[in-house]
């Protein structure tokens, strides 16, 4: 839990130190150099500041051990965090989008005046890429070594900066040849990259709460590995809960009605001993047995 805990603040830092230095520059340069679509990028950057402190704290306290009112711990506030990214996210698609409008707006109609963007603003956004690609790669690892949900959803904010950029780099490059309208448009186009990661985020983290199911997948590898126990005869309910990346799983089996208590509790612990050894990420099973019926023959299945 430690070295989790350790890797997944690790990644935040990273993320954090980095978003400070490119907010910086490609909101100075957006505004210096008249470029929308830069400007736009930096406004979503500044936003990843503040959201990232927020996960930092969050993370933290995701670590602290189980007590007697959290007896499976606090890793919920992972997802808590992960919400709180897709809320950043989406407020500043809007933001975003309402800037480049305006700006497009002003373009078309000719009020505006210098919105070519310059050199610097495209040496900028395509430094920005590369950066991001890097910087994705990284935290993407690190979601996925640790199946921490808020380091995942800043692993799609990462990339969604990469799209991002390379729509402001696009209309910087495009303004430069003579066709000034592309930058705004790039922005409005930035807006819509930042709004579906956002949206993907919010919809993925609710579903963790509401203890939405998974898929099939996990729900059939239970099965699988429960059967494969010697003396089960049937498997009747399976629930299996996520809490943060962990899992609990409560699963009633039908055994022979004419064995004995002591043999169906045998019965039992393999099946417990299985999934704690197949299962990664297991935190409980509970294994409840009686008679097999004969009239149920359908298995339930809730995996959460």
Not at 70 to 94: C, D, K, M, N
Not at 155 to 161: E, I, L, P, S, T
Not at 189 to 218: H, N
Request: charged share 15%; glycine share 8%.
């Amino acid at each position: 839990m430690k070295k989790r805990e350790k890797e997944s603040l690790k990644a935040v830092r990273i993320g954090l130190i980095v978003n400070i230095i490119l907010a910086l520059a490609k909101t100075v340069g957006g505004i210096v150099g008249h470029s929308p679509a830069l400007l736009a990028d930096g406004i979503n950057s500044t936003s990843d500041v503040a959201y990232y402190m927020v996960v930092a704290v969050f993370i933290r306290l995701a670590g602290k051990p189980p007590d007697t009112e959290h007896p499976y711990g606090h890793q919920q506030l992972e997802t808590i965090a992960a919400l709180i990214v897709g809320a950043f996210v989406v407020t500043t698609s809007i933001a975003v989008f309402w800037n480049s409008a305006n700006s497009l707006y002003d373009t078309i109609v000719g009020t505006a005046a210098g919105l070519n963007g310059s050199l610097l603003t495209l040496i900028i956004a395509i430094t920005t890429i590369l950066i991001k690609v890097i910087v994705t790669q990284y935290t993407q690892r690190t979601g996925r070594l640790t199946q921490n949900a808020a380091i995942l959803a800043l692993a799609r904010d990462h990339r969604n900066d990469v799209f991002a950029a390379t729509a402001a780099a696009l209309g910087i490059g495009l303004g430069l040849l003579g066709y000034p309208w592309v930058d705004p448009l790039a922005g409005a186009l930035v807006a819509f990259f930042i709004l579906q990661t956002g949206i993907s985020i919010l919809r993925e983290s609710s579903d963790d709460l509401m203890d939405t199911i998974p898929g099939k997948t996990l729900a059939w590898r239970i099965t699988a590995l429960v059967q494969a126990v010697p003396g089960v005869v049937q498997i009747e309910e399976i629930h299996a809960h996520r809490f943060g990346p962990y899992l609990v799983i409560n699963i009633t089996i039908g055994v022979d009605g004419h064995i004995s208590v002591a043999d169906g509790d045998h019965i039992a612990c393999q099946v417990e001993d299985r999934l704690y050894a197949e299962l990664e990420l297991l935190r409980r099973v509970y294994v409840h047995y009686h008679p097999a019926s004969t009239q149920n023959k359908h298995i339930s299945l809730m995996v959460r």
